[in-house]
């Protein structure tokens, strides 16, 4: 049985880059690792909650509750490929997973890492939908400017990658760093560690590889 790890952090934090670096390191410290990204885009769930961020599907929106509905059925559906997953190898990195509709919900609502937000994601996604619990939360913690700045020159470079309604309000985006930075010292559903901006990818895969 593989051990689940999620990355979490702000748009352009550099999540999938993370991702990827620790990928090829644990690979070649012999390791087998799957990454899974949520949103799971070109899947139903996904997309409505996509369009919804660019002005679609009326005023979904506009309801943090309705668009943590829509985010957790994507990640329910997906379900069965993380067990898969884990049956399969020996690390399965995530990149975003439920403490995203956490930050993100609490961060809208003007709450806190321990408001009521984030104790109904977790019922919904980890007791009513029973998803795996992850073994590691992993909070990548850049700066919300240098975040910013990287999501817009991605923005700029590719345009398949314009920024959505969160990715363009810079208040929501500090407040949801100040979220992630509570779930992270809550230890929020499960064990959370907090990655630097400076910090080598190197030293998470060893402490991933620590794991099992
Ligand atoms: N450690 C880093 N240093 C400099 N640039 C980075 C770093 N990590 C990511 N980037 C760049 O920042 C942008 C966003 O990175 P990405 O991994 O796509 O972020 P996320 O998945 O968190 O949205 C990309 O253009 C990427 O090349
Ligand atoms: C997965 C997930 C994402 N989000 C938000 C974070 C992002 O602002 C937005 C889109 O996800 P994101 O990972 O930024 O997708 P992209 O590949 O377009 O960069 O959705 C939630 O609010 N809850 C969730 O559960």
Request: proline letters at 3%; aromatic letters at 8%; one cysteine or more.
């Amino acid at each position: 049985m593989g051990r689940l790890v999620a990355i979490e952090g702000l748009d352009g934090a550099g999540k999938n880059t993370l991702t990827r670096a620790v990928t090829a390191r644990l690979e070649a410290s012999g390791r087998t690792v799957c990454a899974l990204a949520f949103p799971r885009y070109g899947t139903q769930f996904a997309d409505l909650a996509a369009e919804a961020l660019r002005g679609g599907n009326g005023d979904v929106a506009e309801s943090v509750y309705g668009m943590g509905l829509l985010f957790a059925f994507d990640r329910q559906a997906a379900a069965p490929d993380i067990r898969a997953a884990l049956a399969a190898h020996d690390v399965v990195l995530l990149d975003r997973y439920a403490a995203s509709s956490a930050a993100y919900s609490a961060a809208r609502l003007g709450e806190g890492a321990d408001g009521a937000v984030t104790a109904w994601v977790r019922e919904l996604e980890f007791g009513r939908f029973g998803l795996p619990v992850p073994d590691l939360q992993v909070y990548l913690d850049v700066p919300v400017t240098v975040a910013a700045e990287r999501a817009r020159s991605r923005e700029a470079s590719d345009a398949a990658r314009e920024r959505d309604a969160y990715e363009k309000d810079g208040d929501l985006q500090a407040r949801t760093g100040a979220v992630y930075a509570g779930l992270a010292a809550t230890e929020w559903v499960s064990p959370w560690r907090v990655h630097g901006v400076s910090d080598a990818p190197a030293l998470l895969a060893d402490a991933i590889a620590a794991l099992s």
